[in-house]
Every structure is written in structure tokens, then in C-alpha cells.
């Protein structure tokens, strides 16, 4: 297993519909300081050992919360998901609104805030949508493009599969022209669990990995910085069952009503 697998999980969100180029590099001299002043089992393996290791708890998950964010894209993550295509939690977009998402099976729901409708919809159309669904979740399952390419953010598996590089690199790929070095900083506390960062730098990007020292060493945060564009994976809730409740018949509208909106506004400017 080469330090390149651990370097991909930097672009896996890529696969979950973000576009992360690296967050901010952590060498750990600026960390705090570890209560315990060690680095418990970590202590006798190599930065690459620990790197690997983490790796391995990662593609073996069953399901984990995913947190994105990157300087690049204003696009952020926060979704609970698992192997088997389920998800819940949220998308947002910035200034283009946030969307609350629930996905059982090949069944989609989303529900847009206000600035998601006034963003899609021109003047008072926008904000007679956003007051009418304010409390609705629009509904239809991944054959609808619009719910299809939403829900793709899902796709655990995806997600999992592009943090490991291919065994064999394509015929005629170059080969890297330094094996990069992953080197241990000091323990640390990432939201309230001790980690211990592994830090690697190649071609410009420094990436580090926030593995934890107690209990099976998850990989629990990445942040790299490339090319002065930074962003951070937050990885948490390993193995925690995603929530099996959906939205109420209720609460519910077609997706239909989305999309007969937009049609609408096309078509009133193209008259």
C-alpha cells in the first residue's frame, strides 16, 4: 500500500459532488498540547504505517458522517451515509441556499431554505416558493436527474473506492519524480478526541491526516493546502447506522413542482 492512497482521500469528496482541492496544512507545531504526552500504540509505528492503517479503517466503514468544505467552491457537506446508498443530512451552496437530504434506497427527498428558491427563481416567483414550501420536502426518487445528481453525494462505496488508487497506474502515466514523505507531528485534540497528525508535502500540497490515538485509529480530519486553495474532510460517526426515518406523506410534494417552476421561467423568458 503506497502513501499515494492516503494522499487521495484529499479529492475523494470529488466523488460526493465536491470539488476539494486541500485544506489548511497542520505541521503540529502549533498543537495543543497532548494531556497524556503520548501517542499511545502509535508510538512504535511509522508515519506510513499509521497512515495505511487508517486507510484501512476507512474503506472497511459501513457508514460514517462526512463534513466538506474547501476554499475553491462555497459548496459544503454534512451527510451521515453508508455502503448501501442511504444518506441523510444537508448540502449547501452558500449564497445559492442549503438543502436538508434524505435518501432510502433509490427514494429522494431535499428540502431547499428560502435563499435556495429565490436563487433559483427570478423576483417574487423565489419568494412565493420559498414561503409556500418553507416546511415541505419535494420527493422522487434517483431516476429524476435534478434528485439523481443531488443524491449522488451518497454513494459511500464511491467515496471509499477513490481514496484507493488503482495497483497499477495506467500504461504511459508518469511516475511521481520523489516518493513523498509522510512524517509524524505532535498529538493533539480534534473535537475532543486525541489524534495524531501525519503530515505529508509533495509537489507544492501539504496534506495532513488526523488519525486517533485511542481505540481503532479512524482517520477523523484531512486538511491539505495547494496552490494557496485550502479545504478539510471531517470524518466521524464510524459504523453509526444512518436514520431510517423519512419525511411524512404530509410534508411532502412532488419534485415536479420544482421543475414545472423552472420550466415556467424559462419560458416566460424566451417568450
Given amino acids: 500500500m503506497t502513501s499515494r492512497r492516503r494522499a487521495a482521500t484529499a479529492t475523494a469528496a470529488l466523488t460526493c459532488g465536491v470539488a476539494l482541492i486541500a485544506g489548511p496544512a497542520c505541521t503540529g507545531a ?63 451552496k452558500g449564497s445559492l441556499g442549503r438543502v436538508e437530504l434524505v435518501k432510502r434506497g433509490n427514494q429522494v427527498w431535499m428540502k431547499p431554505d428560502a435563499a435556495f428558491w429565490k436563487s433559483q427563481l427570478p423576483g417574487n416567483e423565489g419568494r412565493d416558493a420559498a414561503e409556500k414550501y418553507k416546511d415541505t420536502f419535494l420527493h422522487g426518487t434517483t431516476k429524476n436527474a435534478f434528485l439523481g445528481n ?90 453509526t447506522p444512518v436514520s431510517s426515518k423519512t419525511p411524512a406523506p404530509g410534508d411532502t410534494a412532488d419534485i415536479s413542482v420544482l421543475e414545472d417552476r423552472l420550466q415556467g421561467t424559462e419560458g416566460s423568458q424566451s417568450a
Avoid at 500504540?41 to 472497511?60: C, F, G, M, P, T
Avoid at 462526512?66 to 459548496?75: H, N
Avoid at 451518497?154 to 473506492?161: H, S
Fill in 30 to 92: 502549533a498543537a495543543a498540547e497532548d494531556p497524556d504526552g503520548g501517542e499511545g500504540d502509535l508510538a512504535n509505528k511509522s508515519a506510513q504505517q499509521i497512515s495505511d492503517d487508517s486507510l484501512h479503517q476507512l474503506v472497511a466503514a459501513q457508514s460514517l458522517r462526512l463534513r466538506t468544505q474547501t476554499s475553491a467552491d462555497p459548496t459544503k457537506l454534512d451527510l451521515t451515509l453508508d455502503r448501501a446508498g442511504n444518506c441523510t443530512g444537508a448540502i449547501s
Fill in 150 to 239: 443531488l443524491s449522488a453525494a451518497c454513494d459511500l462505496r464511491a467515496f471509499q473506492k477513490s481514496a484507493v488508487p488503482p495497483e497499477n497506474p495506467p500504461s504511459g502515466a508518469p511516475s511521481p519524480s520523489a516518493t513523498p514523505t509522510l512524517t509524524k507531528g505532535r498529538p493533539t485534540t480534534h473535537e475532543g478526541t486525541r489524534v495524531l497528525p501525519v503530515v505529508k508535502k509533495a509537489q507544492g500540497a501539504v496534506q495532513t491526516l488526523y488519525v486517533a490515538i485511542d481505540g481503532k485509529h479512524y482517520p477523523l480530519k484531512l486538511t491539505a493546502e495547494v496552490d494557496h486553495q485550502t479545504g478539510t474532510i471531517l470524518l466521524s460517526n464510524y459504523d
